[in-house]
């Protein structure tokens, strides 16, 4: 098993390089094909008969800037793409806000890269929810690139959050391609309950060595928010990615997230690769 196509947002944010170059590192390292797409920011209904007048100067002009912003967006991705010696690679425009097209465009794609949300960057301002709702809607695995640093390799140090839930096995099958390259995987469970049986971490471990996988375990019992504990232990460890599950759901436009996952989000300094 690997990634065969993996897609990455792109725009005009500062934070674009870096997402883009993740990207294509596991795109050379997987051998995959990379799309890079870049959403007008339009939202796609004002393209439907009768729901917005595409005729006056002002929405012509508005639209005209935002396509602009996305073909030099797209221009930069070619160029990075092509400088990393990306043998496959693509760029899509699409007249749509990105938090839609890039839910919709991920159904293609066996791994989607995205930027952690910067208070500071107007893009992020924007889209604030890109990352949960995308990992949320799209039903793929979702990495997502701290908005701060620079990360020269994604994987070799890996941090697999674990609690024996649907959320967690489903980012564990998706991580497989990166933890089986891995040179350390540690598999971190913390205040572990009787759903990991007897010998905690045991089970997962064994599932990942007959996957070729080598990990050792670290089982904590902590009183602070795990997603703290789960952070301070990838600090600690210099891990290089956490994997885990995301919780929480979407209603209509509504995003709710667990506290973990929010934590993450908010809080990481390290790749993040999660899956719901």
């Known amino acids: 098993m690997s990634y065969k196509t993996i897609l990455v947002h792109v725009d005009h944010s500062p934070h674009c390089e870096t997402r883009v170059r993740a990207a294509a590192a596991f795109a050379l390292a997987q051998q995959a094909h990379l799309t890079g797409a870049a959403m007008s920011g339009l939202a796609s209904v004002a393209y439907e008969d009768?729901?917005?007048?595409?005729?006056?100067?002002?929405?012509?002009?508005?639209l005209a800037t935002l396509r602009e912003h996305a073909e030099a967006a797209l221009a930069r991705f070619d160029a990075i793409a092509a400088g990393m010696g990306v043998a496959s690679f693509e760029r899509r425009m699409v007249n749509d806000e990105p938090e839609s097209a890039m839910a919709l465009q991920a159904r293609y794609a066996d791994l989607v890269v995205v930027s952690q949300p910067d208070p500071q960057d107007a893009c992020s301002r924007?889209?604030?929810?890109l990352p949960a709702y995308v990992m949320l809607a799209s039903g793929r695995p979702v990495l997502v690139v701290p908005h701060r640093g620079s990360f020269a390799r994604i994987g070799a140090r890996?941090?697999?959050?674990?609690?024996?839930?649907?959320?967690?096995?489903?980012?564990?099958?998706?991580?497989?391609p990166v933890l089986r390259r891995a040179d350390q995987v540690c598999v971190a469970m913390f205040n572990p309950g009787p759903a990991q049986g007897e010998l905690p971490g045991a089970e997962i471990a064994l599932y990942l060595?007959?996957?070729g996988v080598k990990v050792d375990l670290a089982v904590q019992r902590t009183g602070i928010d795990v997603g703290e504990a789960l952070l301070s232990?990838?600090?600690g460890r210099?891990?290089?990615?956490?994997?885990?599950?995301?919780?929480?759901h979407t209603r209509l436009r509504e995003l709710m997230l667990g506290g973990v996952t929010k934590t993450v989000l908010r809080s990481?300094?390290?790749?993040?690769?999660?899956?719901h």
């Open 233 to 235: 232990l990838a600090a």
């Open 126 to 129: 924007l889209y604030p929810g």
């Open 50 to 62: 009768n729901t917005a007048d595409l005729g006056t100067a002002l929405i012509v002009a508005q």
């Open 268 to 275: 990481m300094t390290v790749p993040v690769l999660m899956a």
């Open 238 to 248: 210099q891990s290089d990615l956490i994997v885990m599950g995301g919780y929480g």
């Open 158 to 176: 890996v941090l697999l959050a674990w609690d024996a839930s649907l959320e967690a096995s489903r980012a564990v099958a998706a991580a497989l």
């Open 209 to 211: 060595a007959r996957h």
